[in-house]
């Protein structure tokens, strides 16, 4: 075929060029066996604490019809996928609605070694029009201090029609137990029913996660 007699020549010519002119056909080199990947250099290991749980519902508004355990562990699961998809390593005290005592939520941070450890609860009070976001540390940490503020700061950015409580301290058992710098964050009041709507609404938990994990970066790049 007269095809093939041309296409032939025009191969030889090309293999002439090539080795005239090194043209880079080199043959590839080995593959050499993929590594598990290694966590990004920025890469954290996060202690993530959904309050209460099972027996434990925390405050309840029985006007809306939700209770703070499952808000807290809402907002916690979507700050988890959030913090994964940023590359970090995460510790849940709990994935879903079981009891976890206090003690054993901070134990299990120790143990595992998380560089700090993000409590979420729900604030309530007696008085129906309570209403803000507050964000507690132990009184004896600094860094957990700077980590509060960091995640408040964010907060407050990310919802400035909402009341400002400020960052806080407190002796609670979470912040005093764990050995990474803590927070405590009360993400509004669940006993105001305004607000126990907006912490029920799903695209609100995700924006309060995401402001938490803002927050929780900006603790790390400080
Ligand atoms: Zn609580």
Redesign the pocket.
């Known amino acids: 075929m007269p095809g093939s007699t041309q296409s032939s020549w025009l191969q030889k010519l090309w293999d002439f060029l090539r080795k005239l002119f090194g043209s880079g056909d080199k043959p590839a080199p080995p593959s050499t066996p993929t590594p598990d990947p290694e966590p990004p250099a920025n890469s954290r290991f996060i202690a993530l604490d959904a309050?209460?749980g099972g027996d434990d519902t925390?405050?309840v508004n029985q006007a809306v019809g939700v209770n703070?355990k499952t808000i807290?562990l809402a907002i916690s699961q979507q700050l988890q996928r959030i913090l994964d998809s940023r590359g970090h390593q995460i510790l849940m005290t709990r994935r879903t609605d079981v009891f976890v005592p206090l003690g054993q939520r901070a134990e299990l941070a120790n143990t595992a070694g998380t560089e700090i450890f993000v409590s979420i609860?729900?604030?309530?009070a007696e008085n129906a029009g309570a209403a803000g976001i507050e964000t507690y540390h132990h009184p004896n940490s600094e860094m957990g201090q700077a980590l509060a503020t960091q995640v408040h700061h964010a907060l407050i950015a990310a919802f400035p029609s909402h009341q400002n409580r400020g960052v806080k301290s407190a002796n609670f058992q979470v912040l005093r137990e764990t050995q990474m710098p803590a927070c405590l964050v009360?993400t509004e009041f669940i006993s105001n029913n305004q607000q126990a709507q907006f912490l029920a609404n799903p695209a609100n938990q995700e924006k309060i996660a995401r402001a938490i994990a803002d927050g929780i970066k900006a603790y790390f790049q400080g």
């Open positions: 309050g209460h925390g405050a703070e807290n609860h729900c604030n309530s009360e």
